[in-house]
């Protein structure tokens, strides 16, 4: 069930009158929402229900023993190779039993025993993290062992279990717990579910049918073509996944949790280190706080914090998807990360900077090489393997086609929509807010209703799945 959809508005209503009513009794409300999260999760695959709660199960009975036993390093250690193993068997299985036969080929030995394919669940990189998380924290004591109740609705709470943001325990259980319901404006939920809906609906949807073939078959493509796919591709990842999280963000107010900052316009970065603190915000503070300073941070010389940058970035790149195109888009992260810290670390030891002087074109530099390298290691992510990749950069300077396709005055005008999204999105939306807070209702339901009308008279007919259920 995807949230643009009809059949989710009639779902998401039902529920939402049920939760309004129920919110100031804590125990109902928390067992309505565990309810309505699973029946939400069930409509993808009974199966895969089976094993979220499964999972979720067996996750709560060892922090039931982490916190209550003797034995919390043993009950620690089992809790983290389960989930570490759930994601592997199936994120990766696949994955290393192809490259196995792979090498068996190459070796000539004869391969010919019974390969099952496994099919990951919808969600599974998502609420695994949380459950790694949450085992983290109450290892250390900083969360305590919640109740059951608590604990599963956090896991399956169904605005966030698809695709994130992944919300930190303590946050989540405060709100959870609490008898009043966050204190959203309305404008803030509406300018929340407008700007998913644009995003995602329209700008994405659009975007789609300029990514898909040339990602695929870059060989039936102009050079022009693939830099402009390229540059499409980065536009889309950005509108589907942050169309996606302001929409969940959207239906958290409503549900009476407050929205969790997942984008801020990245792609007005002026360093890599900037962009990963405005993109998947959350999934970035994740790595850092349960990845980076477990590694040890910065804290043992600048040597070891690039190792521990470079190998945040590959579990993170690993945690998308099974694939060496992967497991690369990770690693140049951190190797640009890492080049990021020394153009700081060596100016700062020489008392020098290079931008005193020009200080716009400095800008202008740093933004655009930013852009690009950005843009370029996105074709490793949206490749389906290695080998497309390296044939969609052998097209840019070699292309097999001369002809140029995609020459469409709607797909400039839609990236430099996105484009004005990146450098004022937050002032748009402020805007947005103070109109709709406006007095006058007949003016601002005349307005909504106008705005909603063209979003869906610009949408397609067939809305493409969002990018980031893959993961």
Known sequence: MLFPTYQFLVFFLIIFSLIVSVKPQVDLYKIVLLASSLLFYSFWSFDFLLLLI????YNYIILRVICNSKYKKIAFISGLVFNIGYLGIFKYCNFFVTSLFEVLNQLQIPANFPVLQIIAPVGVSFYTFRMISHLIDCYQQKIPCPKFVDYAAYITYFPQIASGPISRAREFYGQLNSPEKYDYKIEEVIVLILSGLFKKYTLSSFLFNFTDLPFKVPQQYSSIDLILA??????????DFSGYSDLANGISCLLGFKPIANFNMPYRSLSLQEFWKRWHI???EWLRDYVYFPFGGNKYGKLRKYLNLLMTMAIGGLWHGAGLNFIFWGAI?????IVNHLCKDIPQAIHFKLDYAFPRFAKFCSWLLTFT???????FFGTPNWETAMSFFEGIFHPAVATFQF?????YLVIAVIGAINLWGDRIAKLLQTVLSLKNIFFRVVLVSLLVYTILML?????PPFIYFNF
Do not use: D, E, K
């Not at 390229?230 to 509108?239: F, G, H, K, R, T």
């Not at 020459?407 to 797909?411: I, K, R, V």
């Open 54 to 57: 499964f999972s979720t199960v």
């Open 230 to 239: 390229a540059i499409s591709y980065s536009c889309l990842i950005y509108v």
């Open 282 to 284: 959350s999934l970035s």
């Open 333 to 337: 992260h951190g190797l640009g990360l």
């Open 373 to 379: 390298f950005v843009t370029c290691s996105w074709v």
């Open 407 to 411: 020459n469409f005055w709607q797909l």
């Open 459 to 463: 949408g397609p007919s067939t809305m």
